[in-house]
Structure formats: C-alpha cells, structure tokens
C-alpha cells in the first residue's frame, strides 16, 4: 500500500500503473519486467529527515565522511548530457548532469562498483527510495541531472536533481527495472555492501 501511495505521490509512475495493472503503451511485456530493482517508501523518522535538506545532494558510505554537494558544487564535477524522451515528459529534451559513477568516485567510493553486494540506496525529498545494485552502474550512465534543457529544474518539476537514463538509446533502458530506477527529487545516495 506504502508504494501505490509513493506511486500517487510521484506522479503515477510506470511501476504504480503496473500494479494496478495498466500497461503503458508501446512497451512489450520484456521491457516492463522487474527483477532487481527494489522500491520502497520508508516511514519518515526524525533521522532520515534531519539528513535530508532540498537542494543539496548527500553521498555517502562505509568508512567515508558523507559528500554534500549543492548545484554550484555538482557543476564543478564530471558531466554528461543527452536528449531522450521519457515516460513523464512530452517530446524530447536535453538532460544534463552528473554522471552517478563520477559521485561514487567524488565520494571515495569507486572500489565498491565492484563489489557484487554492493548496492545504492537513493533517497527523494518524500523519504521515497530506491535500492540498485552499484555494479549495474555505467560510466557515464544513468547522471544525476540538475538541468533540462539547459534550465535548473524545480523541486515541483522533479528537481532539482533527478536519475535520468538515455531511455532513447535503446530498450535495455525502457525497462520498469529503469523507469523505477529514475527517481527524482532525490536527496540522498548512500552505498552499503
């Protein structure tokens, strides 16, 4: 029930028309099936609270001291960008970010992407999360994006930070797995093994 109300929430994701089940359009059975993602919306404590604040991303790990970054401060980083559509925007845009592995790296985390047992936990201002393995993690894929089309975007249009895969590219990025995957709002990346 926790997730068809973070479902709600977020604006009707894909994942919360499966489990009403609706299908979307244009999307065969293979390319919505789930296997590895795992979803959740955690009861807000007073602790996961007191970690989130708007506008900052957290990143942080087994034996390091968390990274808070701010938009100034993920500007300075690695960046990627790239036009795709999504299943929550009309037409095309141009997404343009951090790519998540060059924050594991900024973190001191990048031994860890290989690790089998590693997984990263996101977090969005709503205490919405999100689990992944980190070895699934790309180079340059998926990215952290802080702009579309070249604007900031706001906390209401799923700012100011938002995962975002190049769903275009091909079907192996038009998954549920991914689409679950593509939280935005988010304020929180943690690593655990």
Do not use: C
Not at 162 to 169: A, F, G, M
Not at 170 to 178: D, K, M
């Amino acid at each position: 029930m926790q997730l068809v109300y973070a479902s709600a929430v977020m604006g009707l994701t894909f994942s919360g028309l499966a489990l009403v089940g609706l299908s979307m359009p244009g999307f065969s059975a293979a390319e919505t099936d789930s296997t590895r993602t795992e979803v959740q919306h955690a009861p807000v404590t007073d602790e996961s609270r007191s970690q989130i604040e708007p506008g900052k991303l957290r990143i942080g790990g087994p034996d390091v001291t968390p990274l808070v970054l701010d938009l100034a401060a993920l500007d300075e980083l690695e960046q990627e960008s790239f036009e795709t559509g999504t299943i929550w925007t009309d037409g095309e845009s141009l997404f343009s970010g951090v790519p998540v592995a060059a924050l594991i790296e900024a973190a001191g985390l990048s031994e860890l992407r290989s690790d089998p047992d590693a997984v990263l936990e996101m977090t969005a201002l709503n205490d919405y999360r999100v689990r992944i393995p980190l070895s699934d993690i790309e180079d340059r894929v998926p990215i952290v994006a802080t702009r579309i089309d070249g604007e900031t975007v706001s906390i209401r249009e799923k700012g100011p930070f938002w995962i975002v895969y190049p769903y275009d590219r091909g079907p192996e990025y038009r998954t549920e797995e991914h689409y679950k995957r593509s939280i935005w709002q988010l304020a929180q990346m943690t690593v655990t093994e």
